[in-house]
Each structure stands twice: as structure tokens, then as C-alpha cells.
């Protein structure tokens, strides 16, 4: 990632921090609605997995800037997933999700170049998760 573009995903991101509530709420309904086979894969109250993810994503954003220290984690969380059933397959409707989040709660401010940086910050993100969960042993 550029320098610009980490600029752009922390800059927008804090702009949606303080309706995290909401972010989180409008991120897990639209991801049931083009994903609804990962419903299961989720507790019934979702309000724990929604700080959860509100809070993963601050870190991530956060770091964005020192990727070799932010990186072991992100793998650390993508074995995680895999454990909980999540695949390579999972990851786009997530990314879907998440991008059309950020353009609901961002409005006019979610520009072409927002949305490039995000998608860059999701899919070096995601492809370290998925790179990880490969490394995963596989239960007999």
C-alpha cells in the first residue's frame, strides 16, 4: 500500500468510528443478505462479534502503516477462522460487505480513491488470512 492510500483507509475510517454501532449493524445485515450460508457460522446475539469486529478493524487500520509487525496477527486471527469452519470462499462476500458499509456510512466522502485503498488494505489482509489458514493441518 502507498503512503496515500493508508492515509485514505485510517482518514475514513475515523470519520465511521463514531457510528461504530451502526457500521457494525448495516456490516452483518448486508453480509447475511449476499452470504446467508455464514448466518450459522455466527452466535445468535451478535452484539460481542460486532465490538469484536469494530475493534479488529481499528487495529488493523491502525497498523496499516507497520504491516510486519500487523501481519502475525492477521495470520494468527486467519487460522482462527478456519477453525470456526471459514474458508477462501467466505473472505469476498466479506470484503463485498465491508466496502458496501463504508460507502453507506461515508456517503459522498466514500470516493473512487477510498474505495481503491480499502480494497487494497482488504485484499492484503484477506490474502494473509487465507495464506495462513492453508498452513492450518487439516483434522483427519
Not at 455464514?38 to 488493523?60: C, E, I, N, Y
Amino acid at each position: 500500500m502507498t503512503p496515500h492510500q493508508i492515509k485514505l483507509v485510517q482518514t475514513s475510517f475515523a470519520q465511521v468510528a463514531p457510528i461504530a454501532a451502526t457500521a457494525a449493524d448495516l456490516f452483518y445485515g448486508r453480509l447475511f443478505e449476499i452470504a446467508p450460508q455464514v448466518r450459522a457460522m455466527f452466535p445468535d446475539d451478535l452484539s460481542g462479534q460486532k465490538k469484536k469486529l469494530m475493534a479488529m478493524l481499528g487495529t488493523a487500520v491502525a497498523g496499516l502503516s507497520h504491516l510486519d509487525t500487523l501481519l502475525p496477527a492477521v495470520r494468527a486471527l486467519g487460522q482462527r477462522h478456519a477453525g470456526y469452519g471459514v474458508t477462501a470462499e467466505h473472505y469476498a462476500p466479506v470484503g463485498a460487505a465491508l466496502l458496501w458499509t463504508l460507502e453507506k456510512g461515508l456517503g459522498e466522502a466514500f470516493t473512487d480513491d477510498v474505495e481503491n485503498a480499502w480494497t487494497t488494505a482488504y485484499t492484503i489482509l484477506a490474502g494473509a488470512m487465507i495464506e495462513a489458514a492453508n498452513d492450518v493441518p487439516k483434522a483427519a
